[in-house]
T-cell receptor, first 114, second 112 residues
Framework: SAVISQKPSRDICQRGTSLTIQCQVD?????MFWYRQQPGQSLTLIAT?????????ESGFVIDKFPISRPNLTFSTLTVSNMSPEDSSIYLC???????????FGPGTRLTVT | AQSVTQLGSHVSVSEGALVLLRCNYS??????LFWYVQYPNQGLQLLLKYTSAATLVKGINGFEAEFKKSETSFHLTKPSAHMSDAAEYFC??????????FGKGTRLHILP
């Protein structure tokens, strides 16, 4: 399995500002994903981070609000832009297992917007 | 579209009792199904997965799940609950784009 780290682990931000979350994997992976878990809710897929091309966003999520970078096969960032209290969530990155039909998850970034 | 439905947002069992967490899936093709566990303030950990090899799947920490096509179910069980099993459990299905769709989750409470 892959070892995934995220930075920061948590943050408290003011409305209107932006936060960039980093996801680092200990091995090269093709598929990386970003999820949001709102308080008391399940996980919702935000986008698939594609190496060398633009991310693929799910319905309800747009690039202007959640820009994603994927500069190489071990790293990705998610930015939460122009934050509002509704963006308070846990943001998780995950990676595919390359044919094993599994995903491995990072520890998450707990974001609180005041 | 593939989806999963978890019955019961909260389940309480006594320590030592049987754990049963229910999950039903909706899929037009043989699905890949998963159970994930999320301990407080932690990320998700894969408990087990079904990929059509065997209908009874054994996972970590003594959990297992049985795929029943006739009932479109993939319920998670553990014969004897332990206090350390208290967590949020998510049933999930993988769609054709390798994306995982999660159920709403069931919070398991263990009573002493």
């Amino acid at each position: 399995s892959a070892v995934i780290s995220q930075k920061p682990s948590r943050d408290i931000c003011q409305r209107g500002t932006s936060l960039t979350i980093q996801c680092q994997v200990d091995s090269q992976v093709t598929m990386m994903f970003w999820y949001r878990q709102q308080p008391g809710q399940s996980l919702t897929l935000i986008a698939t981070a594609n190496q060398g091309s633009e991310a693929t966003y799910e319905s309800g999520f747009v690039i202007d609000k959640f820009p994603i970078s994927r500069p190489n096969l071990t790293f990705s960032t998610l930015t939460v832009s122009n934050m509002s209290p509704e963006d308070s969530s846990i943001y998780l990155c995950s990676v595919g297992s390359g044919g094993l039909n599994e995903q491995y998850f990072g520890p998450g970034t707990r974001l609180t917007v005041t | 579209a593939q989806s999963v439905t978890q019955l019961g947002s909260h389940v309480s069992v006594s320590e030592g009792a049987l754990v049963l967490l229910r999950c039903n899936y909706s899929s037009s093709v043989p699905p890949y199904l998963f159970w994930y566990v999320q301990y407080p303030n932690q990320g998700l950990q894969l408990l087990l997965k079904y990929t059509s090899a065997a209908t009874l799947v054994k996972g970590i920490n003594g959990f297992e799940a049985e795929f029943k096509k006739s009932e479109t179910s993939f319920h998670l069980t553990k014969p004897s609950a332990h206090m350390s099993d208290a967590a949020e459990y998510f049933c999930a299905v993988e769609n054709r784009d390798d994306k995982i769709i999660f159920g709403k989750g069931t919070r398991l409470h263990i009573l002493p």
